[in-house]
């Protein structure tokens, strides 16, 4: 399995983006428009479907072409699904749930990233990752599929919002020093940073608030530790 460090897949991301910017010089721009660079980039098939009955899958990966159960009304719809599908709940084509969207589209497309490189560098099919031939213990599996999951959301989170990209918009708006974070909120002038930066990416604060941590532009300090208690703003 693919082991990455935080730095491995920040340079992933922004090697990525590099890439799709030099192949498609006059469509790139960021932020990202997810679908372009899944359909386009990755060559990979998004649909829109009714993923579960209550709304807890959002976002499914097949990398091989099999049958798929999907619900349907009150059964289920069985469908033949090539290779390099990603299917979105269609709760989210939606225009009040593009956050979620834009981050679910990404998550699925690091998958597929990180896989592809799997295979080149290991020269085995990721979508044979598990000998059939070896039993595996239930924490290998969960520690395989958290190790997976974790690597996926913090290529996604790059994806949207790159530090290459990050860092001359917080010099622009003057704060070419860290942000803090006291308990949880933030001073007005941080605050409107932040809000700024949600519009300015196409993405929820809580990615925004998640990139200044991992790119160091962040710090926490308790609550206490804010000098003007008129003046500081849940986050």
């Given at each position: 399995?693919?082991?990455l ?51 807890t ?13 999907l ?112 308990g ?20 929820s ?18 609550e ?12």
């Open positions: 399995m693919l082991i460090s935080r730095q491995n897949i920040e340079a992933i991301g922004e090697a990525v983006l590099a890439d799709c910017a030099m192949a498609n010089v006059k469509k790139f721009s960021i932020p990202l428009n997810l679908e372009w660079f899944a359909r386009r980039y990755l060559n990979l098939n998004v649909e829109y479907r009714k993923l579960s009955d209550d709304g899958i959002l976002g499914f990966t097949a990398y091989r072409g099999m049958n798929l159960k619900p349907s009304g009150l059964g289920e719809t069985e469908l033949s699904v090539p290779k390099d599908t990603v299917f979105l709940d269609e709760t989210l084509n939606k225009p009040n749930k593009a956050h979620s969207m834009r981050f679910t589209l990404a998550h699925e497309c690091a998958h597929h990233i990180l896989a592809r490189i799997e295979e080149k560098r290991t020269g085995c099919s990721f979508r044979r990752r598990f000998d059939k031939g070896r039993q595996y213990t239930c924490r290998e599996l969960r520690t395989a599929g958290d190790w997976c999951e974790w690597q996926a959301n913090a290529l996604a989170a790059v994806l949207l919002i790159p530090k290459s990209a990050l860092s001359p918009y917080l010099t622009r708006w003057g704060r070419p020093f860290k942000l803090t974070s006291f949880g909120y933030f001073n007005a002038p941080d605050y409107e940073i932040i809000k700024k930066l949600v519009e300015r990416f196409n993405v604060a809580s990615v925004v608030k998640i990139r200044l941590k991992e790119t160091g532009n962040l710090i926490f300090k308790l206490s530790e804010f000098c003007d208690p008129l003046d500081i703003i849940a986050g």
